[in-house]
């Protein structure tokens, strides 16, 4: 249904309420009024009877038992009603009824019995409201009511008046009245009808008149709905419907300018997207992103070929790539990440579908919608057993450059213990007698011989190192309770002073215990008076700093830069291996070593080591060969 057509239906449908409302309230008024006027021209009649008979009682000449009238009086009276019968069809009876005293009155209001009628015929019979209200007329006063007798309506009237011996009853016929009311009915139906038809077709034609403008704004809407926003609405006017087609046309300009920002947004966005999908697809790096329940919703082809599970049986479901060791480590990062910490890569182990154990190095991060709430993990895994054959490649590369540097020294220094050694057996060989000073001297220098190629074999031998989680304080007291009885045969003192905080570390044990026994060697040798060493461990932020200090000597400035090169040595016995070895095992464990001295004053050694993260290292362990 048009908007025409509903607009034309609400029109009449509010005219004809209010043309009804009128009718009805025309028609209550028409009916109150008709009552008025019978009430009145009742009253009006009844007066005129009472005058009448009460003039005829004057001049009477006798009078009956009862109240009857002289039969003159009744002759009168008889003709005075047919007269106003004639005159008023609606009248159909007048009933004299005779009058009580009040006391009479009351006891007579239950039943028609007991009043007796004077005058005239009693057709109409109320029993008990004409009695209530005989008796309230005998008051002398006029009562009006309507009443229904045999489905019938009618208008009933009592009247008396002071002096006068009898209440008169009029009977009114109502059907005349409704037949006015009837016909006031029709003739507003007829002209209901007429206006209806008139309104209707008025409405529809204002209507059509109305809107249309509103066609226009339609047409133009269906244009931009189709995306077509070049075309306008021509205005003419300044009414409502005008001021609508203006804003429609700014409205259709700014989505022009708008859609051309979308289109080009829009091709921004899917070569960006193209881009990301190619680079995703393409890198080397295996990346998966994992909901918060840990079912995986996207894998690239790096990650099929690395963990050998093809996308169909990764994407909706959680796989265990983690062995049962590392297992805790990706909730651990995964709560890091959503308390808003950032995590670098961790190099850790993964499982394959084979049940292959590889090395690689993860990089977690969340994807945050709108809001900024972490929606899902997005994990960038790398292969790392290449590197680590590289790395291990290098290394032994380096060995062997570095053993080859040393071999010319480690030749120069065995061959003066030998030298001494062919020296005294020649002697012993030629004297053929066996000198214990010789002996001493001998065995001397096989010490010698031995000490050098025992550190040239820690150096060159690849050794299987087994990092474990351990406290840096620990491992250091440990080797300061080890020497501790050597230090007092020097007369050296150690102390130490450490902080509360955690200082656990990925370490091979043995190796850092090797390194704090040189330093603290080192440190012993280099007061040969006695004095005092001092540890200082502390930690900032990820790094953990081990300061070991000695009142020695000192180390002049020129010599510091050359300490770790091969058999360079300050000390008479030194072979200069020590120092060497201690610097390496600190570079494979990614930390540094500084050397501060001063000459007489004293020598600091300061070791930094990174600090594990016990969030996502505790417990990984690693193995290599150096």
Request: charged letters at 20%.
């Amino acid at each position: 249904m048009s908007f025409k057509i509903k607009f034309s239906f609400l029109i009449t449908l509010i005219i004809l309420t209010a043309f009804l409302c009128i009718v009805i309230v025309e028609e209550i008024s028409t009916i109150r009024n008709m009552e008025q006027t019978a009430k009145e021209q009742m009253q009006s009649i009844s007066k005129h009877v009472a005058q009448m008979m009460k003039e005829e009682q004057e001049q009477s000449i006798q009078s009956t038992d009862g109240g009857n009238l002289y039969n003159h009086s009744a002759e009168r009276l008889n003709s005075m009603v047919d007269v106003l019968q004639a005159l008023d069809d609606q009248l159909l009876e007048v009933t004299l009824f005779a009058k009580k005293p009040a006391e009479e009155a009351a006891a007579a209001a239950h039943t028609i019995a007991d009043w007796g009628v004077a005058y005239g015929a009693y057709s109409y019979v109320d029993e008990g409201g004409d009695a209530v209200y005989l008796a309230k007329a005998s008051n002398d006063a006029f009562h009006f009511r309507e009443v229904e007798i045999n489905g019938v309506e009618y208008m009933k009237s009592y009247y008396s008046v002071e002096g006068f011996p009898y209440i008169i009853g009029l009977v009114y016929d109502c059907e005349s009245l409704h037949q006015v009311v009837s016909l006031n009915r029709i003739s507003a139906l007829q002209y209901g009808i007429f206006i209806l038809l008139f309104v209707l077709f008025s409405s529809y034609l204002l209507s059509g008149w109305l809107l249309r403008p509103l066609r226009n704004i339609l047409w133009k809407v269906n244009e931009v709905s189709q995306g077509r926003f070049d075309s306008v609405i021509k205005v003419i006017g300044k009414d409502e419907f005008s001021l609508l087609s203006l804003k429609i046309n700014a409205m259709s300009q700014n989505l022009t300018i708008y859609m051309d920002k979308l289109r080009k947004a829009f091709e921004d966005n899917r070569r960006m997207k193209d881009y990301l999908q190619s680079f995703i697809n393409h890198t080397s790096d295996a990346i998966h992103v994992v909901d918060l329940d840990d079912r995986i919703i996207q894998v690239n082809q790096a990650f099929e070929q690395l963990f050998g599970y093809d996308s169909e049986e990764a994407i909706g479901y959680s796989l265990m790539l983690a062995p049962e060791s590392h297992r805790s480590e990706m909730r651990l990062i995964q709560n890091s990440l959503l308390s808003g910490k950032v995590l670098p890569a961790q190099e850790t182990f993964r499982i394959t579908k084979s049940g292959e154990v590889i090395p690689v190095s993860v990089t977690v991060s969340p994807i945050r919608d709108e809001k900024g709430d972490v929606q899902a993990f997005a994990s960038i895994t790398r292969d790392m057993r290449s590197r680590n054959r590289m790395e291990e490649l290098l290394r032994r590369s380096e060995k062997l450059t570095t053993v080859g540097q040393l071999a010319a020294g480690v030749a120069h220094e065995i061959r003066n213990p030998l030298t001494t050694l062919r020296g005294f057996l020649q002697l012993q060989q030629q004297s053929k007698k066996l000198n214990v000073e010789h002996t001493s001297l001998m065995l001397s220098e096989l010490d010698r011989i031995n000490l050098i190629v025992g550190e040239f074999l820690i150096l060159a031998k690849p050794q299987a190192t087994r990092f474990t989680t351990k406290d840096v304080r620990t491992v250091l007291k440990e080797v300061m309770s080890l020497l501790d009885s050597e230090a007092h045969m020097y007369n050296v003192v150690f102390s130490h002073s450490l902080t509360d905080a955690s200082c656990l570390v990925s370490c091979e044990e043995n190796q850092l215990k090797q390194v704090f026994i040189n330093l603290l060697k080192n440190g012993i040798e280099a007061m040969p008076n006695g004095g005092r060493i001092h540890a200082h461990v502390a930690r900032k932020q990820d790094q953990i700093t081990i300061s070991i200090t000695d009142e020695g000597i000192g180390i002049p400035e020129d010599m510091i830069a050359k300490i770790g090169s091969p058999f360079f040595t300050g000390k008479e016995s030194g072979t200069g291996l020590g120092m060497m070895i201690s610097q390496r095992i600190i570079h494979s464990h990614q930390g540094l070593m500084e050397i501060q001295s001063q000459v007489n004053v004293g020598t600091t050694v300061t070791i930094m080591l990174p600090a594990l993260n016990t969030q996502s290292n505790e417990g990984i362990l690693k193995e290599s060969e150096q």
